[in-house]
Each structure stands twice: as C-alpha cells, then as structure tokens.
C-alpha cells in the first residue's frame, strides 16, 4: 500500500484573491497554448494566427518548418521559422519568417504577400533550400556545416522556459540520448586509454548536435560544452523528465473525444489505480502580529 499526500493551501481573510486569471497565471509559469490550423501551427507572430491556415505541398505535407543551427566556437544559437500561409475567407497566400536567438529578443519577422499558391509554395522551398541546403521534397535530409537543422515539434500547451520552441518528439530525444551516450563513450574510452582528456574538437562536434537536437535557452550566454560526466548525467535527467512530460500528455489526450465527461474524471482513469480518501489534516498557524488572520495548510492523505 502506498500513501500520498497532497498539499492543499488556505488563506483566510486575506486582503489579496489567491485566484488570478489563467492568462496571467500561463505567463508568469513561461506557458503557451497554440492552435492547430492545415496541420501545424500558425506563428502568432505573423500576426495571421486568427486568420490563415498553414498551406500544404502536393503531398499533403504542411509547408512549416522550424530550424535550429548552434555554433559553439562562434556561440550562435539561431532559429529559424518559415511557413506558407493562405487566408481562410480569400485567395490570400503569404510566406512568413521569423528568426532570431533562443531565449531572447534578438531577431526579426518578415511577412511576405503572394499572389497565388504556386508562387508561395515555391518561394517557401526556395528559402529552406538555402537555410539548410537541403531540398524540401528530399526525404532525406543531410546536415550540411553552417547551415540549419530541422527541428520536429510537437505544439499543444508548452513550457517556453523548458522548451523555447516547442516540445520535442520521442525520435529527436532518442536522437540526442544517442549522442550523450557517444559522449559518455568518448569519456570512459580516454580513462581507459590514460589519456589526459577527451579532443577539443569532438567535444565541440557532440555538444554542438545535442544542442541542435534540443534546443535551449541561453538567452545571450554562450552555449556551454559538455566537457564533464556530471554534465552528461544532468543532460540524461533533463531527456528523462522531457519523455515523461511526452508520456504525461498522451495519457491525458487519450480520452479527449470523450467531450461529455469532466477532464478531471478523465485524467483519474488515466491513472488505472483506485483512490480512497483517508483523513484530513489541518496544520494551523498564527501569527502574533495579526491575530485575526489565520493561515493554515491541509494535507489530504490518499489511500492508493
């Protein structure tokens, strides 16, 4: 049997509401909520978000993509968000554009008008082709020196501080899991051979692809090396804590479609256990300085 408790707060005739408005609540914790509209997200930032769906290609595969590009000799860490838009009540069709530094003001947007579809789909390929020098209709994509990576996103609600420009799908994690364990390789292979460290140029080589892979916010700072096991480690958790944030949204879009039942009882089920309640316990504290405010916290204990 295992026994939880669960913290609940009171405040009693205080001055200031507990309760603030969700919007405000969303800002201060770093939350957004983005809708999706032709597949993929339309950039608020465009300033089309009420008004534009996403184009797609000729296969059906949404003309958006978000890259990334860190350069840790220069301490660049770059996005860069291109999107095709056309207008949901006209024949209006744009490319958008928005680049800038993670995790920080630096950057511009620049919105661009088209008269038709074919114009905007081809200036949207032309554009990726030369951030990343690879073709749009390639399913392959190689990376190429200096030049940006693809990141796969997943939108809904995110955690911009955690996440700056999105969450990350399982593969792209997997993908950096991969190059954490290259590092780790890198380590245990210099103590092995008694040599003094591991090469400045494949510490620079790994960290600059996990950085790219995840992308983190710096704000001006440069991107640091992971020139350390604790630093490897720490990075591991962090993936850790990503895939369960991943595991943690599935179970709660699982029963989505259920639209009639409440989201809490929704979420319960998700759990598969049963909850009885046991006891409630008041903790009561008083202050001497203003006798009639009394603050106290009750701690609910569950039997699961």
Known sequence: MTISILPITDRRSSTKSLTSNSKSAESE????????????VVAPESGLDNQASILSDGRGKPLNATLGMVDLVRG??????????KADASLNFWVFRHWGRIGTSIGGTKLEAFSNKILAE???KLLYLEKTGNSWDNPSFTKVPK?????????EEIDLKKMPLGKMSRRQILQAYGVLNQLT?????????NAVSVPQNQLVSASTQFYTLIPHDFGIRQPPLLDSLPAI???????????????????????DDKDEECHLDQYYKTLKTDIEVGHLLNLFNFFLLAPTFISYTSFLILHL
């Open 76 to 85: 660049s860490n770059s996005f860069y968000k291109l999107q095709a838009l």
């Open 147 to 155: 030049k940006f990576y693809p990141l796969e996103l997943d939108y």
């Open 233 to 255: 480690e720490k990075k591991a958790q962090m993936l850790e804590d990503l895939l369960e944030i991943e595991v943690a949204y599935k179970l709660m879009r699982s029963n």
């Open 122 to 124: 081809d200036s949207f």
């Open 29 to 40: 914790l770093g939350l957004a909520k983005f809708r999706i509209k032709g597949g993929a």
């Open 185 to 193: 390789n890198l380590f245990e292979d210099a103590s092995r051979s």
